[in-house]
């Protein structure tokens, strides 16, 4: 990203980005375990990138919203990019490779990432995860 100035969310520059709580539900009987499992950590990382908007003038590192339990990826977006993506409540940003094709399509594509829309009973649950 060469002299481009980065930021973290909440102002962090490491891994720890404090406390944060998870507003998810936690009964969703017409969602599988493992797609309601994928759509929660989307909405998680979801909810942590909505803790600490991004900043005007920069590029933003935040965290990919994918729904790879392991993942702690960073996406560069600029704050246009970042409102685009949140416009919708079942889109996400995620680092490039990181879609899981049976629970959403990629519906754009960077150079720093993608952006993937949920479907079926997953566009549910993050619609029901959408943070206020």
Same mark, same amino acid.
């Given at each position: 990203? &060469? ?8 102002? $962090?520059? &490491?891994?720890? #980005?404090?406390? @944060? ?8 009987? @017409?969602? +599988? ?13 979801? $909810?942590?990138?909505?803790? @600490?908007?991004?900043?005007? &003038?920069?590029?933003?590192?935040? *965290? /990919?919203? /994918?729904?790879?339990? +392991? /993942? ?19 889109? *996400? ?6 879609? #899981?094709? +049976? ?9 720093? *990432? ?5 479907? &079926? +009973?997953?566009?549910?649950?993050? #619609? ?5």
């Amino acid at each position: 990203m &060469g002299n481009v100035p980065t930021r973290l969310p909440g102002g $962090q520059s &490491g891994e720890t #980005i404090g406390a @944060s709580t998870r507003a998810v539900p936690t009964s969703l009987p @017409s969602v +599988d375990e493992r797609e309601r499992r994928i759509a929660e950590n989307e909405a998680y990382w979801r $909810q942590v990138n909505e803790l @600490s908007p991004p900043e005007p &003038g920069v590029l933003n590192l935040m *965290f /990919c919203e /994918c729904g790879r339990l +392991d /993942c702690r990826e960073r996406v560069a977006m600029t704050v246009a990019e970042y409102e685009a993506v949140r416009s919708s409540a079942t889109t *996400f940003a995620i680092a490039p490779g990181h879609a #899981i094709p +049976d629970v959403e399509s990629v519906v754009e594509t960077t150079e720093r *990432f993608e952006v993937v829309e949920k479907e &079926g +009973d997953a566009a549910r649950v993050a #619609i029901e995860t959408e943070p206020v």
